[in-house]
């Protein structure tokens, strides 16, 4: 089925450390996978995507990463700052649509 | 820069009521999507719209639910009888030319939040 995992649900780090946050999807003809950042009462925003025929992009500190023979890819935030604090969702581009991941909650404490 | 803009940003209705949620699409993308997350919850794909018509929908569209593009630059969303269920904010989102881009790469707007009684 149309199916993305996302792992943590919930991720709680120190101010300048790392996050890595994981998903997983179902269909290998999937081609296109963006990240998005949600703070409260807010609209999804993207903040990185990849395509298939790359393994990684990188945007300041911001990095995603891309297995498609294991069909998973990553988000990872370097140096994490308060303002990194929001949800995040993961998608993969079935078909016509985008499918999400549930989120994670990342939480940075200062 | 460009921006999906949906109206009202809130509505509150009684259970069995009509409700048009409306959104004007970034104006030279040509795809049209309607996702819906209920508080707490995920984003979930409800319809995609390209070329006057309904491409994609999920089994969560049903009957009670349907979209139309009455003008060139207008999208809306109707959900004929509301049920408790469809308490969640409801967000509109556009893309432009998949052949260009390679990619659905969508614009979010700022979301309706529909609140049934």
Not at chain 1, 67 to 83: D, G, R, V, W, Y
Not at chain 2, 53 to 64: A, G, L, R, T, V
């Amino acid at each position: 089925g149309e199916n993305v995992e996302q792992h943590p649900s919930t991720l709680s780090v120190q101010e300048g450390d790392s996050a890595v946050i994981k998903c997983t999807y179902s269909d290998s003809a999937s081609n296109y996978f963006p990240w998005y950042k949600q703070e409260l009462g807010k609209r999804p925003q993207l903040i990185i995507d990849i395509r298939s025929n790359v393994g990684e992009k990188k945007d300041q500190r911001i990095a995603v990463t891309l297995n498609k023979t294991a069909k998973h890819f990553s988000l990872h935030i370097t140096e994490t700052q308060p303002e990194d604090s929001a949800v995040y969702f993961c998608a993969a581009e079935y078909g016509n649509k985008l499918v999400f991941g549930a989120g994670t909650i990342l939480r940075v404490k200062s | 820069e460009p921006e999906v803009t949906q109206t009202p940003s809130h509505q509150v209705t009684q259970m069995g009521q009509e409700v048009i949620l409306r959104c004007v699409p970034i104006s030279n993308h040509l795809y049209f999507y309607w996702y819906r997350q209920i508080l707490g919850q995920k984003v979930e794909f409800l319809v995609s719209f390209y070329n006057n018509e309904i491409s994609e929908k999920s089994e969560i569209f049903d009957d009670q639910f349907s979209v139309e593009r009455p003008d060139g630059s207008n999208f809306t969303l109707k959900i004929r009888s509301t049920k408790l269920e469809d308490s969640a904010m409801y967000f509109c989102a556009s893309s432009g030319d998949r052949l260009a881009s390679g990619a659905n790469v969508l614009t979010f707007g700022a979301g309706s939040r529909l609140t049934v009684l």
